[in-house]
């Protein structure tokens, strides 16, 4: 499927709204520490709060993808087949902005969205003159270019994540989270473990919990809320990593909320700009992809490690 319901609503490049900056310079900024100020990092850090969660996973063999109704075949959901899953260990929620800073203070990471100097940005997010002037990218002309939106930026300079500390980080590329697990001692899951967690232990469902997206009319997820992209009936954006109960491994949020990048390169579980009116990826089975320097303000990860 191409054009607007195609992969690119879920993560376009930001190559495609970005004009004449094709990133010169960009390998020396990479040796530059960020640009987060100290402040704003030791502030963040003091409200990590809870240490990491890992749930251990047992090994098993599952059904992984799906060919009912709700699946896309064009983004390789099936066929359905077995696969064989080792037994793992998967952070319960995936990484917050908190969690971000301590790495961020210790190391002096520049993401990538700070190296190439902006990042894609959902349009009902930003204040009417960014939502005004910012590029679109043409194939889904709801994500924003904003120049300086960035993890502790999310909406672009005049944004903040005080606040929403235990929020998922968000705007990190792939290289960005395989440095942060790398510097946890983890590493992403892969993504066959990554929808083995996800499905909780049931069998071919769509949902963590079941067949029922709400079941006797109670959310369970972040998706977006109202007609997509225009007409949101309630608030849009990323919630804390535990607003919603977890799964039957322990594990909160795999669907909505953010997409999850996997040790493959391909995002896994949905965020909250999927809706049922545009878009149904906010599924155990749905998957995405993007270029691993792509940075978007619906992305996040969360680690795994071996047992
Ligand atoms: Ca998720």
Avoid at 45 to 53: F, P
Avoid at 75 to 101: C, I, K, L, W
Avoid at 141 to 146: A, K, Q, Y
Wanted: net charge negative.
């Amino acid at each position: 499927m191409s054009g607007a319901r195609g992969q690119s609503c879920c993560a376009p490049g930001a190559g495609e709204a970005r004009s004449d900056r094709s990133g010169c310079g960009a390998a020396s900024r990479a040796q530059e520490p960020t640009g987060a100020p100290s402040s704003l990092l030791r502030a963040l850090t003091e409200r990590a709060g809870d240490q990491l969660t890992m749930a251990g996973l047992p090994g098993g063999t599952f059904l992984m993808g799906s060919e009912d109704h709700l699946a896309y075949p064009q983004d390789g959901e099936g066929p359905v087949r077995e696969v064989d899953v080792e037994a793992f260990a998967m952070a319960t929620t995936t990484v917050t902005v908190a969690e971000f800073a301590a790495f961020v203070a210790e190391t002096g990471h520049r993401t990538d969205a700070e190296v190439q100097g902006d990042s894609l940005v959902f349009q009902g997010l930003l204040p009417a003159d960014l939502r005004r002037s910012a590029p679109r990218v043409t194939a889904a002309p709801w994500w924003c270019l904003v120049a300086g939106a960035c993890w502790y930026a999310p909406e672009g300079p005049n944004s903040s994540v005080r606040g929403r500390e235990q929020h998922p980080v968000t705007h990190v590329s792939h290289r960005d989270a395989r440095a942060y697990a790398q510097w946890a001692g983890a590493r992403l899951p892969g993504e066959e473990e990554w929808e083995y967690a996800c499905r909780g232990g049931l069998a071919q469902q769509p949902y963590p919990w079941g067949a029922v997206r709400e079941p006797a009319g109670r959310k369970l997820m972040n998706i977006f809320p109202g007609d997509f992209p225009e007409a949101p009936q309630g608030a849009v954006g990323t919630v804390a990593v535990r607003s919603y109960p977890p799964n039957g491994f322990g594990l909160y949020e795999t669907t909505g909320n953010v997409w999850e990048w996997t040790a493959q390169g391909v995002l896994r579980g949905g965020s909250y700009m999927c809706h049922a009116s545009y878009c149904r990826r906010y599924r155990t089975s749905a998957r995405t992809t993007a270029t691993p320097d792509t940075s978007l303000g619906h992305t996040g990860f969360r680690l795994a490690a071996d047992l």
